[in-house]
């Protein structure tokens, strides 16, 4: 059987980026910095700009975090191809990574555009506010949660597996 090509993994890839791109292009255009709007109980759209990592991490830095989180990306994302490359026949892992791949370079855009990252979804529950997040962020949460499950329970390997043969005797 030939091995699958990673071309349905990309185009995935390429959806998440199209899907953040347009959710933030939206927002963009309907909201000023720092609104709020009211959702739901526990949800609210909300436009926000970080400059930093993940929960504002770096947010303050003076800026050279911008072209080192790029870098980072841009580095993670073509190792993520060179593994979508090694394992694409593999389902779970494939889509975990092709998520955390779209959501990188969906991330990417807004920095090199930006220079800050646009946030725009916020959850939040008896008072508590969880920090806004995008597409994007989401796609990379996804895509990682998958990572963890695929190792945790995913098929074991035959490094792993105790092998045994119906003839073998004990």
């Known amino acids: 059987m030939p091995a699958r090509s990673i071309k ?4 995935l890839a390429g959806l998440v980026i199209l899907l953040d791109q347009l959710s933030k292009w939206i927002v963009l255009g309907a909201m000023r ?3 709020t709007r009211y959702v739901a109980p526990f ?16 947010s ?3 800026g050279w975090q911008r072209w080192f989180f790029t870098a980072l990306a841009l580095g993670v994302s073509g190792w993520i191809v ?4 090694q ?4 389902f779970r892992l494939s889509l975990a990574l092709t998520l955390v791949l779209g959501g990188a370079l969906g991330n990417v855009i807004d920095r090199i555009r930006f220079g800050v990252v646009v946030d725009f979804i916020q959850w939040h ?3 508590y506010y969880w920090p ?5 962020d989401s796609a990379i949460t996804l895509g990682a949660a998958l990572l963890i499950w695929d190792q945790l329970f995913g098929k074991p390997t035959s490094d792993n597996a105790v092998e045994s043969s119906p003839n073998q005797t004990k």
């Open 60 to 62: 303050d830095a003076g």
């Open 132 to 136: 806004a997040f995008n597409i994007a």
């Open 8 to 11: 349905p993994w990309l185009w």
């Open 82 to 85: 060179y593994l979508l490359r």
């Open 87 to 90: 394992h694409r026949n593999e």
């Open 43 to 58: 949800f609210n759209w909300v436009l926000a700009f970080n400059p930093g990592a993940a929960f504002s991490f770096l």
């Open 125 to 127: 529950a008896a008072g």
């Open 33 to 35: 910095p720092g609104e």
